[in-house]
């Protein structure tokens, strides 16, 4: 299996990094007998920490079922995931709750805003909820790196969907999570609205030390990423490193055609 490995444009840490996720032998299926069906097969991956790292492969591949599973909000069938040094496989509901709370964002391709709110209180909310003051000074930095600062008094229904998409970012980034995870958050906008959202993403890592976790099928999204893992059936079966969008444009090309032929 050829991998195209380059010297890493991006990111800031240097040389290797600490692990903040990882899978081990992870296999997700559903149903049973003749209509089991095997999302992820006995998966193994480790998560960077302070490194964006894109998921993509064809649909069905099990990408997002991989970043569900990594962020605890699906389960496995079998074999291990760890965030950090917490193996959550094992967790009771309560505890997994508490740490998806604590030390995860997430970002979707629907907003997830609450309309009665601003924008300021959409993006303490979860905090306000664990009963946590944020930290003035990082909020500051987050806001000012989504560039919210003008935009903080307003509700959704006076934001743009890019701006809305901003306030979620904002939201992830608030509580210093040990890690975010994104699925398509850029398919429910225009182009321009996109690149700045990845733009933000990638000064998050960048300059706020952050590690993302992003699904998509967009090969200019995956181009902002230090590294991609293609999946295909559930298999996690090549990797490129800083990639640009024509190199993975060529790579998901490649796999198409040798489903085409297979």
């Not at 193994?44 to 962020?71: E, Y």
């Not at 987050?142 to 008094?153: N, P, S």
Request: aromatic share 4%; with cysteine; proline share 4%.
């Amino acid at each position: 299996m050829a991998t195209a490995v380059t010297t890493p444009k991006h990111g800031g840490t240097g040389g290797s990094s600490a692990v903040a996720a990882r899978a081990r032998q992870v296999v997700k299926a559903y149903g049973s007998g003749e209509t089991r069906v095997v999302a992820l097969d006995h998966v193994d991956v480790d998560i960077m920490r302070g490194r964006f790292t894109a998921i993509m492969g064809p649909s069905g591949s099990g990408k997002s079922t991989l970043m569900h599973c990594l962020a605890g909000l699906d389960t496995v069938t079998s074999g291990e995931i760890h965030l950090d040094e917490t193996e959550i496989t094992r967790l009771k509901d309560a505890k997994l709750t508490r740490l998806r709370r604590d030390r995860v964002g997430f970002i979707f391709q629907a907003f997830n805003l609450l309309p009665t709110l601003n924008a300021l209180e959409n993006i303490t909310l979860p905090m306000d909820i664990a009963g946590r003051a944020p930290d003035t000074a990082w909020l500051n930095r987050v806001v000012e790196t989504v560039g919210l600062a003008d935009r903080l008094k307003h509700r959704p229904s006076q934001l743009s969907g890019g701006q809305q998409q901003r306030v979620a970012v904002a939201r992830a980034l608030a509580s210093r999570p040990d890690i975010i995870f994104g699925d398509e958050p850029t398919g429910n906008l225009d182009s321009r609205s996109g690149a700045e959202i990845l733009g933000f993403l990638r000064r998050s890592v960048d300059e706020l030390a952050q590690t993302i976790v992003m699904v998509t099928h967009d090969p200019v999204a995956a181009s902002y990423a230090d590294r991609v893992l293609y999946l295909a059936d559930g298999r996690i079966v090549d990797e490129m490193l800083d990639p640009t969008a024509e190199q993975v444009l060529d790579r998901m090309k490649d796999f198409d055609a040798r489903g085409r032929t297979s």
